[in-house]
T-cell receptor
Framework: AAGVIQSPRHLIKEKRETATLKCYPIPRHDTVYWYQQGPGQDPQFLISFYEKMQSDKGSIPDRFSAQQFSDYHSELNMSSLELGDSALYFC?????????????FGPGTRLTVT | KQEVTQIPAALSVPEGENLVLNCSFTDSAIYNLQWFRQDPGKGLTSLLLIQSSQREQTSGRLNASLDKSSGRSTLYIAASQPGDSATYLCAARDDKIIFGKGTRLHILP
């Protein structure tokens, strides 16, 4: 069965650079979620989209932005990168935004900021 | 605000033992409770999801229970194996998924 695809899987950037992470949801899934997991931390919710509109917002820094496109894939844009942005970034997708729908997680993108 | 707590933070047990991992949550108005496994530096593998209307779910040697009224869930692992060594995360879903900090499990050969 198709799973959530994230690209790239690994990314190394320098401080103050920008990064773009991509997420391709499971086919027919219209809701995408982004999470950040710092070293030794639990995943933290950043932002979510339903039918190409932002549906919820968590602890996403102002330097980050995201959007969902017409094909339902999503991109997380990160600017003015800081050392503290080094983390594993997960994307998840679900059939709908309602809470009873299971979120399916992608393999993650490991971002290292040097 | 939902808070999810996992106890213990770390656990080492000899191979073959049955074990229980605990998860508690402060707000019982959840849609579901999900258990994940995470190997070091790797992604999240979903193990079991229990909807709010359910009491338990089973998959192979794993059994997860949910008691919404007391705000608790347990993950039972039968006949533990060295390959079970990983961090186990529970996550409660209300309007967001809130993760616990995990239990690092080490199965001793």
């Amino acid at each position: 069965a198709a799973g959530v695809i994230q690209s790239p899987r690994h990314l190394i950037k320098e401080k103050r650079e920008t990064a773009t992470l991509k997420c391709y949801p499971i086919p027919r899934h219209d809701t995408v979620y982004w999470y950040q997991q710092g070293p030794g931390q639990d995943p933290q919710f950043l932002i979510s989209f339903y039918e190409k509109m932002q549906s919820d917002k968590g602890s996403i820094p102002d330097r980050f932005s995201a959007q969902q496109f017409s094909d339902y894939h999503s991109e997380l844009n990160m600017s003015s990168l800081e050392l503290g942005d080094s983390a594993l970034y997960f994307c998840a997708s679900s059939l709908g935004e309602q809470g009873w729908y299971e979120q399916y997680f992608g393999p993650g993108t490991r971002l290292t900021v040097t | 605000k939902q808070e999810v707590t996992q106890i213990p933070a770390a656990l080492s047990v000899p191979e073959g033992e049955n074990l229980v991992l605990n998860c508690s949550f402060t707000d019982s108005a959840i849609y579901n409770l999900q258990w994940f496994r995470q190997d070091p530096g790797k992604g999240l593998t979903s193990l079991l999801l229990i909807q709010s209307s359910q009491r338990e779910q089973t998959s192979g040697r794993l059994n997860a229970s949910l008691d919404k009224s007391s705000g608790r869930s347990t993950l039972y692992i039968a006949a533990s194996q060295p390959g079970d060594s990983a961090t186990y995360l529970c996550a409660a879903r209300d309007d967001k998924i809130i993760f616990g900090k995990g239990t690092r499990l080490h199965i001793l050969p």
